[in-house]
């Protein structure tokens, strides 16, 4: 599949010149299977987004989704962003005064959710649950020309709930995602394939993975939450190909070993993990159980995307630890303590998926800095080879007689730099690092 593709909306990524009667996703989260073909899919998201356009909405309005994994919140999402208005998908997990700070916060006109997440919608806000009638009964089915998104136009804000403070909407623009989508379909026809994804569709790991799939006309398998015992089931019953989680989601799936060892798992091909750090025990334990899976370190951003590191240009293995190679369409650098370039620093990004920055927050420092680059926060290392490896969060660092001090495994990578040799411009930069892509 070519990278080439000329989306010109976030939320229409389905090819014209495909059979769309295939099926794009199976919905396991009623407790039964339902499938949906591209067809259903793009009925469906049209119907949204001619529903929301008769509501008199403004272009460029928010709409929040707070619901668990369901085929209509992806046609919700996409609907929004057809019709010209940004969908902001929030975390339910999330206690309900937080809830509610980030649907103000958004300035969102009308909430989407599910039964359980109902009473949690704020009171003040129209509500339409999204598995009752009313949400068939609110859609003006028909077809519906997507909205051309400007320059920079947003398309969703993504609130990240870092490590203190109130939650930040990270702006991310159309733009900033179809270039995204079309870097990850560029190695390779994915069309093919099965995707599993488990992880709840508010956070990045599983919205871009579904994204992505959308676009290569794959199929998705959709659980409404992860369990072992659902994971699995759906490997084996639907011979999944690609899997997209955590590392934790993981760890607690090999860790149930009885039903490991009673599951075939052989169509699995790649797995990709991202979102927080990979053990050498855990990376290990996955290559025992999945011996012909390609597995991917992964490493992404809320604010500047997933596509980040890649193969060596040259064909050189890449180390299991590591992250990988630089994107080549991708600007990294690594900036030392005394703020100069390094081969041991705080990773920078400049790429095209970069966020338009954090909504209604003037109060927090812009995370990129003068010359377009994103200033992760995250300590990186870089090998002679040109591969990255993860040391540890700037903001997990902590001093000890004169030393810098990164906790876990961190300690094996870093070479401990004496305080007094920190400049005082880099320690003041060091506290406005944006928080953890890791723990959005």
């Known amino acids: 599949m070519s990278s080439s593709l000329a989306f010109s909306n976030?939320?229409?990524?389905?090819?014209?010149?495909?059979?769309?009667?295939?099926?794009?996703?199976?919905?396991?989260?009623?407790?039964?299977?339902?499938?949906?073909?591209?067809?259903?899919?793009?009925?469906?998201?049209?119907?949204?987004?001619?529903?929301?356009?008769?509501?008199?909405?403004?272009?460029?309005?928010?709409?929040?989704i707070l619901s668990a994994n369901r085929f209509e919140f992806l046609t919700t999402v996409h609907g929004i962003m057809?019709?010209?208005f940004v969908a902001v998908p929030v975390n339910f997990k999330f206690p309900p005064a937080t809830i509610d700070y980030i649907i103000h916060d958004s300035g969102a006109r009308l909430v989407f959710c599910d039964a359980q997440r109902f009473e949690s919608a704020p009171?003040?806000?129209?509500?339409?649950?999204?598995?009752?009638?009313?949400?068939?009964?609110?859609?003006?089915?028909?077809?519906?020309?997507?909205?051309?998104?400007?320059?920079g136009e947003p398309a969703m804000f993504l609130y990240t709930s870092g490590s203190t403070g109130r939650p930040k909407g990270v702006v991310l623009s159309h733009q900033s995602h179809i270039w995204v989508v079309q870097q990850r379909m560029a190695a390779q026809d994915l069309s093919r394939h099965r995707f599993l994804i488990a992880a709840p569709l508010y956070h990045m790991n599983a919205l871009a993975m579904s994204q992505l799939a959308h676009a290569a006309f794959a199929t998705v398998i959709l659980l409404p939450h992860f369990t072992t015992r659902l994971y699995l089931k759906a490997?084996?019953?639907?011979?999944?190909?690609?899997?997209?989680?955590?590392?934790?989601?993981?760890?607690?799936?090999?860790?149930?070993?009885?039903?490991?060892?009673?599951?075939?798992?052989?169509?699995?091909?790649?797995?990709?993990?991202?979102?927080?750090?990979?053990?050498?025990?855990?990376?290990?334990?996955i290559h025992r159980v999945l011996p012909k899976a390609v597995v991917t370190n992964a490493y992404g951003t809320t604010e500047a995307g997933p596509v980040v590191f890649g193969?060596?240009?040259?064909?050189?293995?890449?180390?299991?630890?590591?992250?990988?190679?630089?994107?080549?369409?991708?600007?990294?650098?690594?900036?030392?303590?005394?703020?100069?370039?390094?081969?041991?620093?705080?990773?920078?990004?400049?790429?095209p998926a970069l966020t338009n920055g954090y909504h209604n927050r003037p109060d927090v420092p812009s995370p990129i800095t003068r010359d377009g680059f994103y200033v992760t926060g995250d300590v990186f290392r870089r090998d002679g080879n040109g591969f990255y490896f993860f040391v540890g969060r700037t903001d997990d660092m902590f001093v000890s007689g004169g030393e810098n001090i990164f906790p876990r495994r961190s300690r094996r990578c870093w070479k401990p730099i004496p305080t007094s040799s920190r400049p005082a411009s880099y320690r003041s930069t060091m506290k406005s690092r944006a928080p953890s892509p890791w723990r959005s």
């Open 10 to 64: 976030l939320g229409a990524l389905t090819a014209t010149d495909r059979d769309i009667n295939k099926v794009a996703i199976i919905d396991l989260g009623s407790g039964q299977e339902r499938r949906f073909s591209y067809r259903d899919f793009e009925g469906e998201a049209n119907a949204v987004a001619r529903s929301l356009s008769a509501q008199g909405l403004t272009r460029g309005d928010r709409v929040a």
């Open 82 to 84: 057809r019709a010209g």
């Open 123 to 151: 009171k003040d806000l129209p509500c339409i649950r999204l598995d009752a009638e009313e949400f068939a009964d609110s859609l003006k089915p028909g077809p519906f020309s997507s909205v051309t998104a400007a320059n």
């Open 235 to 285: 490997i084996e019953d639907y011979r999944c190909t690609w899997l997209t989680a955590v590392p934790p989601m993981i760890a607690m799936m090999l860790n149930d070993k009885e039903r490991i060892a009673a599951t075939d798992l052989s169509s699995v091909e790649s797995l990709r993990m991202g979102s927080a750090p990979v053990s050498q025990s855990l990376m290990a334990a």
């Open 311 to 351: 193969p060596h240009p040259k064909g050189l293995p890449q180390p299991e630890m590591s992250v990988g190679y630089p994107h080549p369409k991708i600007e990294l650098r690594l900036i030392g303590e005394d703020g100069r370039p390094s081969d041991l620093g705080v990773l920078e990004m400049k790429s």
